[in-house]
């Protein structure tokens, strides 16, 4: 008599296959991740569902810009118009809450 509370053994994934179903996926997620690395690409299943895991380009930084990089962009006009405009806009909070 076998009993049903006993553990199912785990069964790793093929080296051959490129299909893993979610739960393998989860279980062995850094071998696959390797595998990616290596330039193979892993499907991933869930359903009827595909996903592809592949490494990806790491993406380019944005450039600091440096100091003064805008200064040439707004006249002192245009800034002390916007700046006289952005205080006007601001809702003042009623007197009983401050």
Request: with cysteine.
């Amino acid at each position: 008599m076998i009993s049903a509370n006993r553990p199912r053994k785990k069964t790793p994934p093929s080296p051959q296959s490129e299909s893993f179903s979610l739960s393998n996926a989860k279980t062995y997620l850094g071998r696959l991740i390797e595998k990616a690395g290596r330039g193979e690409i892993v499907y991933i299943v869930k359903g009827q569902h595909r996903f592809i895991l592949q490494q990806v380009q790491p993406i380019d930084p944005i450039p600091i810009r440096p100091p003064g990089y805008f200064a040439d962009c707004y006249s002192p006009a245009e800034i002390r118009e916007d700046n006289r405009l952005a205080k006007s806009s601001v809702i003042k909070p009623p007197k009983d809450l401050e």
